[in-house]
């Protein structure tokens, strides 16, 4: 499902304009994406986090020149479905 999709689905759920679902949508994303850059995890009760994982240095090796390198340390975004939501998904995938 695309950004689109989403929000045409909510809109006739709703019966709001999909130009005000638009913006809330991607200024949705814009504050998550902000508050992750920002280190702050986001938590949705019965939807999921958003978190941020963090990777420690670890030593990597170029193949195609064989040679060793240095990966460094580095925060990754990630998703974590709270139970609800995993549930939910099981039920429906039978």
Same mark, same amino acid.
């Given at each position: 499902?695309?950004?689109?999709?989403?929000?045409?689905?909510?809109?006739?759920?709703?019966?709001? %304009?999909?130009?005000?679902?638009?913006?809330?949508?991607?200024?949705?994303?814009?504050?998550?994406? %902000?508050?992750?850059?920002?280190?702050?995890?986001?938590?949705?009760?019965?939807?999921?986090?958003?978190?941020?994982?963090?990777?420690? %240095?670890?030593?990597?090796?170029?193949?195609?020149?064989?040679?060793?390198?240095?990966?460094?340390?580095?925060?990754?975004?990630?998703?974590?479905?709270?139970?609800?939501?995993?549930?939910?998904?099981?039920?429906?995938?039978?």
């Amino acid at each position: 499902m695309t950004k689109a999709e989403i929000v045409a689905q909510i809109a006739q759920k709703t019966g709001i %304009e999909k130009v005000a679902i638009q913006a809330t949508v991607e200024e949705f994303m814009n504050v998550v994406k %902000e508050s992750l850059a920002d280190g702050e995890n986001v938590y949705l009760r019965g939807f999921g986090s958003f978190i941020i994982k963090k990777r420690a %240095e670890k030593t990597g090796r170029n193949i195609s020149k064989n040679t060793t390198i240095i990966i460094p340390a580095h925060n990754i975004p990630s998703f974590k479905p709270a139970k609800t939501f995993v549930s939910d998904v099981k039920k429906n995938n039978k």
